[in-house]
C-alpha cells in the first residue's frame, strides 16, 4: 500500500507548527498535524504560561512585603497550594492537550499522535502510516532541555524546567544550574516562598547574554530576596544520596534537597530523517532562509530554527511560512495573487515589511534586527535588538546613552532598581539596540523595540512628548545622556 497523498504535513504542533497548520487548514488545503507530546508544546504547558503564573503568585508574596514602611503593616504566609492548583488545572488540565487537539481538528486538520519522521522527498513516516505531501513539510519540533555533561548528574533525579513548573510541594532548598532567564525566573519564584536556594552559574555572570548593567541589577534582586549566586563557577561532579544533592562546583560543595538544571536547550534533529532529504543533521538547529526554507518543500518553524526560544518568535515566523506555503500553493496552480501578502501578514505591518523585504509573489522575509526578549524577573528585564558589546563587534559607530530608574520621578516614587540604556548607530543616527530594566522593564521595551525595528531617527525620538510620570520617560532622559 502506497503512501496517503495529502497536501502538507506539519511535524511537531508547538506554538508554531501549530499556528502554521491551524491557519494551512482554515485556507482549504489538506493538513495533517503530527505530535508525540502535547499539541501547544513547551509554552502552554512547561513555559511562558504556568511559568508567569508562578511569577504573578510570588510578586503578589513581594509586594504585600513591601506594604511596611510604605502603607503600614503587613503579614505573609506563603502557600504553593492555590499556584500548583491553577497550574494544572487553568493552565494545562492536569497536562492534557485534549482541548488543543479538538482546537486544531475544528480548524479543519487532521491529527495524528506520533514521531514525524523524513522517509525521503515530500515524505512523512509516522510508525506504519505515510504520508506524501503535495506541497511541503513544516517541521516544528522544538528543542529539549541540554543537560551538561557533569561526573553524576544523569545518574540523579534532578529537575528540568519541567518538574519545576509541575512540582505540587515545595521543597526546603533548592540548588540552580544555570544563571540564564529561566534558572533566575524560578530562583526569585522559590525564594520568595520560603525556599533556600542557591544559584551555580559556569559564566563571570548571571543573565551573561544581556547588558552587564543588566546581570548587576538582576543578581541584586534575587540576592535582596534571599538568593545564594555564585558565578564563574564550573561544575564538576554531582551526587544524591537519597535525600539531597551535592553539587561539586570550584572546589566547594553545595547541598540542597534538589537540584534544577537550566543550562539551556537544544534541537534533536537525528531524530528527524533530515539525511533522507539531504540535510545534515549534525547540526544544533536547522539553519534556515529568510522564508524559513530548510530545503526544497520543506520548512522550520519555532525553536528548531535557532533564532530564540521564544513563543513570539515563532508565532512570527509561523506567519511567514504560511505565507510562502499559500504562494507556492498558487503558483504550482497557475494562479495569479489576488492581494498580496499585506492581508496575510496583517495590514500595514505586512504592507511595510513586503515593501522592504519582499520577495516573489510578496511573501516577506524574516527579519531578527529587533527581536524583543524579557526576562520576568522582578524586576524585569527587556531587551530588543544588539547588546553594546554586540555592535562595537560588528563595527558600528556606537553612542550609549543610559538614565537609571531611580533617578526619574516615577522610579523614585517607586523606590525602583532598574534602568533604560540606549545603543545607537551613530553613523546613521538610529538606535540599534535598548534595554529596560524597572518594574514595567518588559511594557516599556515596546516603545523601545519600535524604534529599532523602524530605525525611527534619534532626532524624531528625541522630539517626541513622554507622559509624565511614568516609567517610560526615562527613555528621554537616555536620549539625553546619548547626545
Not at 49 to 54: A, E, L
Not at 80 to 100: G, H, L, M, Q, S
Not at 297 to 316: L, P, Q, S
Request: proline residues 4%.
Amino acid at each position: 500500500m502506497g503512501p496517503e497523498v495529502v497536501d502538507v504535513v506539519v511535524v511537531g504542533l508547538g506554538v508554531g507548527g501549530e499556528e502554521v497548520a491551524g491557519r494551512l487548514a482554515e485556507a482549504g488545503l489538506d493538513v495533517v498535524g503530527v505530535e508525540r507530546r502535547l499539541v501547544g508544546g513547551e509554552c502552554p504547558y512547561w513555559g511562558c504560561i504556568p511559568s508567569k503564573m508562578m511569577i504573578r503568585a510570588a510578586n503578589a508574596l513581594a509586594e504585600a512585603r513591601r506594604v511596611d514602611g510604605l502603607a503600614g503593616t503587613a503579614q505573609v504566609r506563603p502557600d504553593w497550594a492555590p499556584v500548583a492548583k491553577r497550574i494544572r488545572e487553568e493552565a494545562t488540565d492536569t497536562w492534557d492537550d485534549r482541548v488543543a487537539v479538538e482546537r486544531f481538528v475544528g480548524r479543519g486538520g487532521r491529527f495524528v499522535r506520533g514521531s514525524g519522521r523524513l522517509d525521503g522527498p515530500g515524505r512523512v513516516r509516522v510508525g506504519d502510516q505515510v504520508f506524501q505531501a503535495r506541497h511541503g513539510i513544516v517541521l516544528g519540533t522544538g528543542t529539549r532541555p541540554s543537560v551538561p555533561p557533569v561526573d553524576g548528574l544523569a545518574d540523579t533525579p534532578y529537575w528540568t524546567n519541567r518538574e519545576a513548573v509541575e512540582v505540587e510541594e515545595l521543597p526546603a532548598s533548592l540548588l540552580v544550574l544555570g544563571g540564564g532567564a529561566i534558572g533566575l525566573e524560578l530562583a526569585q519564584v522559590f525564594a520568595r516562598f520560603g525556599v533556600r536556594v542557591t544559584v551555580v552559574e559556569a559564566l563571570d555572570r548571571v543573565l551573561a547574554v544581556e547588558e552587564p548593567e543588566a546581570s548587576e541589577v538582576a543578581a541584586a534582586a534575587l540576592r535582596a530576596d534571599g538568593v545564594e549566586i555564585h558565578a564563574g563557577v564550573t561544575a564538576e561532579r554531582v551526587a544524591h544520596d537519597g535525600r539531597q544533592f551535592t553539587l561539586h562546583a570550584g572546589g566547594t560543595a553545595y547541598a540542597a534537597e534538589r537540584l534544577l538544571v537550566v543550562t539551556g536547550r537544544r534541537a534533536y534533529l537525528d531524530e528527524l530523517g533530515l539525511e533522507t532529504v539531504g540535510v545534515r543533521a549534525d547540526q544544533r538547529y536547522l539553519p534556515v532562509d529568510d522564508r524559513l526554507h530548510v530545503a526544497d518543500g520543506i520548512w522550520a518553524v519555532g525553536d528548531v530554527t535557532g533564532e530564540g526560544a521564544f513563543t513570539h518568535v515563532a508565532m512570527y515566523q509561523a506567519g511567514i511560512v504560511v505565507a510562502d506555503v499559500l504562494d507556492h500553493v498558487r503558483r504550482s496552480a497557475g494562479k495569479p495573487d489576488p492581494s498580496g501578502t499585506a492581508n496575510m501578514m496583517g495590514g500595514a505591518m505586512g504592507a511595510a515589511t513586503l515593501s522592504e523585504h519582499g520577495s516573489s509573489g510578496g511573501v516577506p522575509r524574516a527579519d531578527y534586527r529587533a527581536l524583543p526578549r524579557v526576562t520576568f524577573t522582578d524586576p524585569e528585564v527587556g531587551a530588543v535588538g544588539l547588546t553594546e558589546r554586540q555592535a562595537r563587534e560588528r563595527g558600528i559607530n556606537v553612542q550609549v546613552g543610559f538614565a537609571s530608574l531611580g533617578s526619574s520621578t516615577r522610579g523614585w516614587i517607586h523606590r525602583a532598581d532598574g534602568f533604560i540604556k540606549l545603543v545607537a548607530d551613530a553613523d546613521h543616527g538610529a538606535l540599534v539596540g535598548a534595554t529596560s530594566v524597572g518594574p514595567a522593564g518588559g511594557e516599556v521595551l515596546s516603545a523601545l523595540a519600535v524604534a529599532v525595528h523602524a530605525a525611527v531617527p534619534l532626532a524624531q525620538l528625541r522630539h517626541m512628548i513622554y507622559a509624565y510620570p511614568t516609567f517610560h520617560r526615562a527613555i528621554s532622559e537616555a536620549l539625553r545622556d546619548l547626545a
